[in-house]
């Protein structure tokens, strides 16, 4: 069973009330169209409560491909992965890296009127209390118009790609 990206993930739990359990996340998923290997890969998540996205996140990639627990994984709210290199914060990688959480991203970013430019995003972000290191990455982005946050992912992720 192949991993679920941070994005995909964003869209299957659109509309979850957290905290939720992972009853809760299955049933919202499978709301928001969720096939059988998404129910599956939520069905091995430990059991708990998650307070954010993000701890979700944490928490299914610490699942192998077969759905085992890797010994990365954690249980919810329990701190980041070895894998994602963070701390026990729930930070976002945005220190040091320039690499961010797209699910953390998304949270500094609620309530931004897309289409929107880099400096809507940043002000934005601050307002929902996005640290330095969220607010660098973000005032990396190229100029332009975003359409949706996806538009913003993409290019943060391109500029993970490009070394900068």
């Known amino acids: 069973m192949a991993k679920l990206n941070p ?7 659109g509309g979850v009330d957290y905290p939720a359990s992972k009853e809760d996340l299955a049933r919202q998923a499978e709301q928001n169209g969720a096939d059988n290997d998404v129910r599956a890969l939520l069905d091995q998540l430990p059991d708990g409560e998650y307070q954010t996205p993000a701890d979700v996140s944490r928490a299914l990639g610490g699942l192998d491909d077969d759905g085992s627990r890797g010994e990365e994984g ?15 914060e729930g930070g976002n ?3 040091g890296s320039g690499e ?3 699910i953390e991203l998304q949270k500094h970013l609620k309530g931004v009127d897309y289409p929107a430019n880099k400096q809507d995003l940043t002000r934005q972000a601050e307002e929902n209390g996005a640290d330095g290191g969220m607010r660098a990455v973000l005032d990396r982005l190229p100029d332009g118009e975003y359409q949706t946050p996806v538009d913003v992912n993409k290019a943060i992720g391109q500029l993970n790609r490009d070394g900068e």
């Open 93 to 95: 990688d945005a220190q």
């Open 100 to 102: 961010i959480n797209p």
């Open 74 to 88: 954690r249980s919810p709210g329990r701190g980041r992965t070895a894998a994602s290199g963070g701390d026990d």
């Open 7 to 13: 994005i995909q993930l964003q869209k299957y739990l």
